[in-house]
């Protein structure tokens, strides 16, 4: 594999250990809750925001069948992406390319919901 594949994996914990860094460093303390009704009202915010991040892949408003079917066409065009690149390493045919858009397609598929995991521990 390309070695700018390879680091590329690593950009979003860069990215984090960055502004941990900033945030220890530079940024002002952060709130903390006092009572367990803050507590609440912040983790309701936490959702709130993790729904809208969630309902961010509607471009525009229409039908909920047709919603449901885009949404249903990602993991599909993954799947398609995704077997592409090994039916070409199983064959000896593969390319750079192939490589460098199979590892974007994994990133988007379990990169970002794993960092999501690795910062909740």
């Not at 912040?42 to 509607?58: R, T, W």
């Not at 525009?60 to 070409?88: D, F, H, K, N």
């Not at 750079?96 to 379990?110: H, I, K, P, R």
Request: glycine fraction near 6%; proline fraction near 6%.
């Amino acid at each position: 594999m390309d070695p700018i594949t390879i680091l590329s994996a690593f950009a979003p914990v860069v990215m984090d250990l960055g502004k941990s860094l900033i945030n220890k460093f530079v940024a002002p303390d952060q709130f903390k809750p006092a009572t367990i009704e803050q507590y609440a009202q912040m983790k309701q915010i936490d959702l709130e925001f993790f729904k809208v991040l969630n309902d961010a892949g509607s471009g525009t408003p229409s039908y909920p069948w047709v919603e449901a079917v885009t949404r249903l066409m990602r993991p599909m065009i993954g799947l398609i992406v995704l077997a592409t690149w090994a039916y070409m390493h199983l064959n000896g045919i593969a390319t750079v390319e192939v490589d460098n858009f199979a590892s974007a397609v994994g990133f988007y598929l379990f990169g970002e919901r794993s960092l999501f995991y690795i910062k909740k521990k």
